[in-house]
């Protein structure tokens, strides 16, 4: 969604003639890498791509980006159409012929850039969705690898077809395994202040209609983004 500004892309798309003025102390290769310094990730776990859930992590995400857009890059992963075979954290083995995608989503969750994740389910008889489950039981391994989502950021994002149809029960079952990480959880910021982002599908699949709902995605998505911001600022 948005473009970030490396010293790769820089040079990339300012000449050779930049090389020479990024090397110099007045343009360093620091202060390249510092305009884009953070990522923030949504990954939509409902099995119907750019339904509601994907929506509204786009609105929490726009959110996130308008806090700073020259440092804050961001990116909507859907698990919709990926296959996350949950057993492997049982110890039993892919079959033959089965596929994985976990690892292709663990690599980018796994970028030292990210720096606040943001993750959406759709309710499903008041709990996550399996699709959700499979994710949150497979990022184990980022436990085992020392934790490496630790001091990250995290959201969460709920979508129901009522009102209050379990929102609030799936923010919260979902937190507690964030929590494991030791990522630093938040809730949707002022005015809305509560759980999360927690959005009404009216069973038009248009999320943009529910105005109380969109007003938590965008909380959330800024609460996410300004502390992951504040967390990233060099040491004075
Ligand atoms: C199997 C199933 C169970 C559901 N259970 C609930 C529920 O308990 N509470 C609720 O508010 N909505 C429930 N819904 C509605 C979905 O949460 C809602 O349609 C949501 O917008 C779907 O997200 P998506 O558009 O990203 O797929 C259920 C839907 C399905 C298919």
Known sequence: MAESVSRRTFL??????????????????????????????????????????????????????????????????????????????????????????????????????????????????????????????????????NFALSGKVAGVVAVGGVRNGGQELVIQSVQAALFCHEMLVVGDGRPTGHFGARLWNDGSDDISRDDFGVKTAKNLGRHVAEVALARSAPAR
């Open 12 to 145: 990339g798309v300012a000449g050779p003639g930049a090389a020479a003025v990024a090397g110099t102390a007045a343009f360093s290769a620091a202060a390249v890498e510092s305009a884009a310094a953070i990522k923030i990730v949504g990954v939509a776990c409902s099995p119907r791509k750019g339904k509601t859930t994907a929506q509204a992590l786009r609105i929490c995400l726009e959110a996130a980006r308008a806090v700073d857009p020259q440092r804050i890059e961001v990116e909507l992963i859907e698990l919709a159409g990926l296959k996350i075979p949950a057993q492997v954290v049982a110890g039993i083995p892919l079959e033959a012929d089965e596929r994985d995608d976990f690892p292709d989503v663990a690599s980018k969750l796994a970028n030292p850039k990210v720096a606040g994740i943001l993750v959406g389910t759709p309710v499903y008889f008041a709990n996550m969705t399996t699709l959700c489950k499979a994710f949150i039981d497979r990022c184990g391994m980022f436990r085992k690898k």
